[in-house]
């Protein structure tokens, strides 16, 4: 399967963005390919209905990569209980044509202890694009985000987090599979 990870960071060191790195790692290691899109490399203009912006480099580039998808991963930072402006604003571009009937998982990260409103969100979001949330989702938060920080130095509870992302990983993977199956 090709997975797409749309990461929703505009931060270079994004913990939301490693943590979508940590995500691609994964899907390799279990055979299937991954693709990061990350939306601080290939930013987008700004969704505008008046003007498609087809020709943009990065816009066309993310429209193919969504296309071509068999399951998608969401990584958003949680901004004032929400996903980012640059995720939305990246969704805002795409349709039900790249999402309908593909798993989607959402990932995030917070400053708080977990970062359930962007998931909560996110969720929302993909049922009006017509995906298939995952039921699992991944929220690194407050002290966990050391895991995906610059300099990660191992700290007790790194091994946790990354236990639990395996876990999810690995049922979206089955959950995406046994549906492109059956599709
Ligand atoms: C504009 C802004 C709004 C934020 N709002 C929240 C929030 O509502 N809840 C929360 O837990 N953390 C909030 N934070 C903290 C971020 O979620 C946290 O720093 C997160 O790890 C950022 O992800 P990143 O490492 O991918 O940039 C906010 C940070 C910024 C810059």
Redesign the pocket.
Known sequence: MRIVIL?????K???????GEYAAHIIRQKGDEAILFDLYKRPLPFYSPDEAALEHEHLSGLMHEMLAADAIVL????????I?GVLKNALDHLGQAHFNGKVVLAA????????V??LLQLQAIVRNLHGVNAPDWIS???LQ?RR??AGYDGYEGGQDIEDRIHLVVESFLNLARKLSRAI
């Open positions: 990461a929703g960071s505009n931060r060191e994004a913990t939301s963005t490693k943590l990584v958003t930072p949680e901004y004032h209980g929400s980012s995030s990260s917070a400053g708080g202890a977990v970062g409103s962007s690194i938060g407050g985000r995906f920080e």
